[in-house]
């Protein structure tokens, strides 16, 4: 027997629609050199509306790809809006990459128009003359330089038309938004996001067991609108009248520790590096307050135990720490303790991954693709799927990465039998010593964890006896000092005793990928040029 009731496609300009007319008034504040800037969602709505017109006159249709360059800003929530709602596919383009991975993901996606805000002219500038789809530049702010020739001018072109386009009927599996993965190995590979995928995304990020973004919430938006659609936030605020605070290119600790005390976020989203960052300033700032928080959601690779504790303890946030990927949209688990569980116990629940949020279904496997069950001890591969998981690449065959209707994560590690993920390492990552698995994860973490380090990574690097071992790279903190021998004892109260490095190097920064994550790769590379300064503890 089949249902009567009404079947219309879920589409963002019905999430647009619903925040521009029930939270007309609500605020998204940008931050600029010369201070605040502010605009309702209804402002921002209509402006949505004359950017479409306007794209629409320079030759935008159904399925153009229009990209964009852009911090964290008003204009650029107004693309996110504009582009899908009209048809076309919004295309984020990550500031970050290299030149030769920027024009590839530029020709990739066959841009035709790019929007760009004027401070980061200079890196576009770089592959203009490598990208010959794009036949429209689009200048958010004054273009004095004519690096990247004739463009067309973003204000301009907006005052020439009027509120008033009407959002056409899509079909809800058209591509509303493409984001190509960060290239840490060969190629960024691009994820195209649909309608229907980005409205049911939302849809799991207001509930209490996820992100429980609401009508009472503030949003500090760190993470960048290029990096998985700034973890679905943009349009989750228009679903459910959440306000959002843009930083633009103000992502050091010392400003976003100032805005946190002059906007009052309640919740912020950002990678753990940058958390660490924040935590570090406001240890040393009497006058630091994150008092307006109710949460921190970090995402992006593994939070700490001791980031969580130092923000419980010392200022009363409760930091959510969130796992997913570009191609998983990336909303997919949530550490939040169960109810019920003793406070002295949540910690041991907030330091893993995530626990599956409702919509996605996720398994370990074993090398053969066979599931392990969820015992909490068994370790395998996390594979996952859903309505907001991708089933293939754009562009690209990639029958490795997809297995019997589910998504290969590269993640390996335990699921338990209340949801719970803890991973151990990353595939291209992992450490095997003497046939057993060292979670260079954990190692960090708890090596962290020690008063005067400030970030700590491990590698796997060759060992004749094991096959391979773990390096240790270990960033201080500023004044600090502490010596390999250490730094092992106190890692020795840890983790098991096979685990503890023999090999450390003290290094001045962890280098990181284009979205904030520690670049393994890049280390493993020093080593073998012999460009680390290596300590070899023999005892």
């Not at 030149?99 to 890196?123: C, F, G, K, R």
């Not at 005390?261 to 300033?281: A, F, H, Q």
């Not at 970090?298 to 997913?324: F, M, T």
Request: glycine residues 8%.
């Amino acid at each position: 027997m089949l249902s009567t009731m009404q079947d219309g496609p879920l589409l963002l300009r019905d999430l647009v629609r619903h925040g521009e007319w029930i939270y007309a008034d609500k605020k998204v504040i940008t931050v600029t050199p010369e201070g605040i800037n502010e605009a309702t969602f209804f402002q921002i709505s209509k402006r949505a509306e004359q950017l479409a017109s306007a794209l629409s006159k320079i030759g935008v249709t159904s399925d153009t790809r229009v990209g964009t360059f852009m911090w964290n800003n008003q204009s650029h929530l107004e693309a996110y809006i504009a582009v899908p709602c009209m048809g076309a596919v919004l295309h984020t383009l990550n500031i970050r990459l290299f030149p030769e991975q920027l024009a590839y993901v530029i020709n990739h996606a066959q841009d035709e128009v790019i929007i760009i805000d004027s401070t980061l002219i200079p890196l576009l500038a770089k592959v203009r003359d490598q990208i010959p789809s794009v036949k429209s530049i689009i200048v958010n702010g004054p273009d004095t330089e004519g690096l990247l020739g004739p463009t067309l001018d973003y204000e301009t072109l907006l005052s020439a038309e009027k509120p008033g386009f009407v959002w056409p009927d899509l079909d809800e599996r058209q591509a509303a938004i493409m984001c190509y993965t960060s290239g840490t190995t060969g190629n960024p590979k691009g994820v195209v996001y649909s309608h229907r995928s980005m409205w049911l995304h939302s849809l799991a990020s207001t509930t209490s067991n996820s992100i429980g973004l609401c009508e009472r919430d503030r949003c500090l938006l760190i993470v960048p609108m290029f990096h998985v659609n700034a973890w679905g936030a943009a349009y989750t605020a228009f679903m459910a009248g959440t306000e959002l605070i843009m930083p633009q290119m103000f992502l050091q600790g010392a400003p976003l520790l100032k805005l946190i005390k002059e906007l009052r976020p309640t919740i912020s989203l950002g990678v753990p590096t940058i958390w660490n960052d924040v935590l570090s300033v406001a240890e040393a700032d009497p006058t630091a307050d994150l008092s307006s928080l109710r949460a921190i959601l970090a995402g992006g690779s593994a939070v700490p135990r001791h980031l969580i504790e130092a923000y419980r303890d010392k200022y009363g946030v409760d930091v959510i720490q969130g796992w997913g990927m570009t191609e998983t949209s990336p909303l997919a688990a949530v550490s939040l303790p169960p109810y019920g569980v003793p406070v002295d116990q949540e910690i041991d629940f907030r330091v893993k991954a995530g626990r599956v949020v409702a919509g996605v279904d996720i398994r370990i496997t074993d090398d053969e693709g066979n599931d392990l069950g969820h015992d909490g001890k068994t370790i395998g591969e996390f594979e996952i799927r859903g309505p907001w998981i991708t089933g293939s690449y754009y562009g690209v065959d990639d029958p490795e990465k997809f297995h019997d209707g589910w998504l290969r994560t590269g993640d390996i590690g335990t699921l338990d039998a209340l949801g719970f993920m803890v991973i151990s390492d990353r595939t291209k990552d992992v450490i095997k010593s003497g046939g057993e698995w060292i979670s260079s994860v954990e190692i960090e973490g708890a090596m962290m964890a020690h008063p005067a380090v400030f970030e700590a990574a491990v590698i796997a690097v060759p060992d004749q006896k094991w096959q391979e071992r773990p390096l240790c790279c270990v960033v201080l903190r500023p004044g600090a000092t502490a010596s390999p021998e250490e730094l092992r004892d106190f890692l020795a109260q840890h983790v098991a005793k096979w685990w503890i490095p023999e090999r450390w190097t003290f290094i001045d920064v962890v280098p990181k990928t284009s979205v904030g994550k520690f670049d393994k790769k890049v280390l493993r590379a020093q080593y073998a040029a012999g460009e680390l300064d290596v300590v070899t503890l023999t005892s």
